[in-house]
């Protein structure tokens, strides 16, 4: 599923440059417009501690899962978040690798990755570095990250083959992505789909079960298994994908 990259990509832009500055003004902004209340943020992290994380992470927490439990990180490994928003999956990810491993966070906006940068620095965070870039084109090396996660951000992006692509591209051999998105049932066509709700609200660019496993299969990856974790409107759930790359 293929949509106009340019336009969406603006609109993306537009809406968490707004979004950041909310969290500037110390308000929680609304990721998933079209959807009710509780199924995206920092609720959908269950218990999360947020004694050590800035109050502005939290708060710009607009995913629709935990992404950094998902993938099972480990101590000394290297991982990637794409489109890593106000950081607070970069953060926790920091803290789940230890200070011999080392967490990227990728985004497009501004605004995000100079809030990113703040809470970083806040959390006094020495394995972290925030790149500026697209989800589609990774400014890493190919080979260097053992794992990739994303927050309820692959939906949002025009050109998913690209990001899957670059997934593989990043990957160590046997290295495994472990992501928390949006994901529709197969039952859903991408008109349905665009009627339930708008792209910027997570819901009109998600993939359905099918077409996110032949996406991630095409570009290589192996053992791809989604599971749908809570509803978020009428045939579309938040969900788990994890995927390996073949060794």
């Known amino acids: 599923m293929n ?3 340019g336009s969406i990509r603006d609109d993306v832009h537009r809406f968490y440059a707004e979004a950041a500055t909310v969290v500037a003004g110390d308000a929680s902004p609304c990721c998933g417009a079209d959807v009710p ?3 995206f943020g920092a609720a959908v992290y269950g218990n999360l501690d947020e004694a050590d994380l800035p109050d502005a992470s939290v708060l710009a927490s607009l995913g629709c899962g ?7 990180l480990r101590e ?6 794409l489109g890593s928003g106000g950081g607070i999956d970069v953060l926790l990810s920091a803290r789940r690798v ?4 080392k967490a990227y966070g990728l985004d497009m906006v501004p605004e995000m990755l100079d809030l990113a940068r703040r809470n970083v620095a806040e959390a006094g965070a020495t394995n972290v570095e925030i790149l500026e870039g697209h989800i589609e084109d990774v400014p890493l090396p190919a080979s260097s990250v053992d794992v990739v996660i994303s927050n309820c951000v692959i939906n949002l992006s025009g050109d998913k083959p690209a990001v899957f692509a ?3 591209r990043v990957l160590r051999p046997a ?3 472990g992501v928390s998105d949006v994901v529709a049932e197969d039952r859903l066509s991408i008109s349905e789909r665009v009627e339930l709700g708008s792209v910027v609200g997570c819901i009109a660019g998600a993939l359905s079960v099918s077409e996110y496993r032949d996406g991630l299969g095409a570009a290589g990856f192996v053992d ?3 599971t749908f974790t809570h509803p978020v409107v009428d045939g579309m759930h938040a969900s788990i994908v994890t995927a390996t790359k073949p060794a």
């Open 66 to 72: 935990n992404p950094t439990a998902v993938a099972a």
């Open 224 to 226: 791809i298994e989604t």
């Open 166 to 168: 670059e997934m593989f």
């Open 98 to 101: 230890g200070p011999t491993g």
């Open 175 to 177: 290295g495994r992505v």
């Open 3 to 5: 949509e106009e990259p």
């Open 37 to 39: 209340d509780g199924r």
């Open 76 to 81: 000394g490994e290297v991982v990637l978040d």
